[in-house]
């Protein structure tokens, strides 16, 4: 069975539908979604009517997804903390979703475990203990034995740092970051996803970068009503840091 894995769209229409066209000439059977949907894009309406209408989807909460769901007090004095131009996204983003597209984040399992062809899977945003903890490149592997400890799953899937790698452990477990759709943070800003091929309990995975339309993209986030709108287009076009 051949799965694509996605995460971290975060409303980037055009990344979704060149990755989509990409998922269908590879023969995928299935999508997993690992969350963050919405927040920091240029359509975020468009990409949850496209993501709520996909019946051979999983999808799991991201940590966005939460916010959106979740938004008050709270969430906003976090993001104005931590993250000023986010919490502008935020606001602007509440006002264009509605009331569905908020009840389906939020009634979104926060990560999934599945038997896939006698393979055990997780499914998680960030790690399996935090939907905002980073399993990054380089990390030693001791650590990333210790984030993914109390685990039993065969393979670990995540996203959110916007960055793909991959662990093996000494425990035989593997752990695999499958990049970001919408907002790669690759130095080639091309859509990133996985696919696996599953067979009688193994399997094989790979990434794969996908060319999008990044400039029409960029175009559309820098006509978005909020300040800081500018900087998250120009990370579309020049990946740097994740958080601003």
């Known amino acids: 069975m051949r799965i694509a894995v996605l995460s971290d769209i975060h409303a980037n229409a055009q990344a979704l539908e060149a990755v989509m066209n990409d998922v269908i000439e590879q023969g995928c059977e299935h999508v997993f979604c690992l969350g963050d949907l919405a ?3 240029p359509q975020p309406k468009e990409v949850m009517d496209y993501v709520m209408n996909q019946d051979s989807w999983t999808v799991i909460q991201g940590n966005t997804d ?4 979740n938004y008050g007090e709270d969430v906003i004095n976090f993001l104005e903390t931590n993250a000023p131009v986010m919490a502008n996204a935020i606001a602007d983003d509440i006002v264009i ?12 399992p926060p990560q999934l475990s599945l038997d896939i062809d006698g393979c055990s899977v997780l499914l998680v945003h960030g790690s399996p203990r935090a939907n905002n903890e980073d399993i990054m490149p380089g990390m030693p592997l001791d650590e990333i034995e210790e984030i993914i400890s109390g685990t039993a799953e065969k393979l670990i899937l995540c996203g959110h740092t916007h960055i793909p790698c991959g662990y ?5 477990q593997t752990v695999v970051n ?3 759709i919408g907002r790669p943070m690759t130095q080639d800003p ?10 009688n309990g193994s399997f094989e995975i790979r990434h794969r970068f996908v060319k999008y339309n990044n400039a029409l993209a960029a175009d559309l986030m820098s006509k978005r009503d909020f ?3 500018d900087r998250l287009s120009d990370l579309l076009l020049n990946p740097g840091a994740r958080h601003i």
Do not use: E, P, W
């Open 227 to 229: 300040i800081g709108a």
């Open 178 to 180: 499958v990049g970001s």
């Open 66 to 69: 939460k916010m959106i769901s």
């Open 39 to 41: 927040l920091a894009g």
């Open 190 to 199: 091309k859509a990133c996803y996985a696919i696996i091929d599953f067979n």
């Open 168 to 172: 093996q452990t000494n425990s035989g």
């Open 97 to 108: 979703l509605d009331d569905s597209h908020r009840a389906y984040l939020q009634n979104l």
